[in-house]
């Protein structure tokens, strides 16, 4: 997959402005200050489609991002400690009617920092995505912070701590590109599993029209 051309489309403060799409809806979650805006603005070969800041917490709002093949929604990041409570429930709430119609929702990508073990919010984020039956692929982010040498155990401690086979951890750079042609095979097959199903569906439909045509006299 080559990403060209993506864009910003908006912003939702809560469910009414959410947007549903015909092609896939891929989810960006993670702690407020794991990479999100990098990670994105990495993908998309832009370096500044997402605003990247150093004060996390920035995220406060659903952004969705057309990426041509399929589409992003990055969400409010969790675990900011300074904000207050109203805030966090406020935030919360929106994830959790985002996730809540999880019939527009093809991916989610957890995104954890490859030098911290998981906390009990991502453990907790993870549960909810099994909750909702939504796939999710967990990437590790800021690996230029890591000797070379050290990046493959640090994945696997985090996959093991998570129960996840290492094939559903994927390592990124935001500052050098590592790992995102990995992360690029990772959307060819969700595209290609949302066109699979989606093509089922319409065969399907064709069928039962077919044999109510049938049945008439």
Known sequence: MVIKDAVFIKSAADKSGFLHFDKPLIAICGRSNVGKSSFINLISNRKKLARTSKDPGRTRLVNYFDMGEFALAD???????????????????TIEDFFASKEHISHALLL?????????????????????????TVICTKTDKLPKTRIKPAVKKIADALTLGTGNVLAVSNDSGFGRDSVYARFDEIVAAYNMVNADAETSDESDASDESGDEE
């Not at 904000?83 to 709430?93: C, I, N, Q, T």
């Not at 954890?112 to 909750?131: A, G, K, M, Q, S």
């Open 112 to 136: 954890i920092d490859v030098r911290r073990e998981p906390n009990e919010d991502d453990i907790t984020f993870i549960n909810y995505l099994n909750h909702y039956i939504i796939p999710f």
């Open 75 to 93: 969400l409010p990041g969790y675990g900011f400690a300074q904000v207050s409570k109203g805030e966090k429930l406020k935030w919360a709430r």
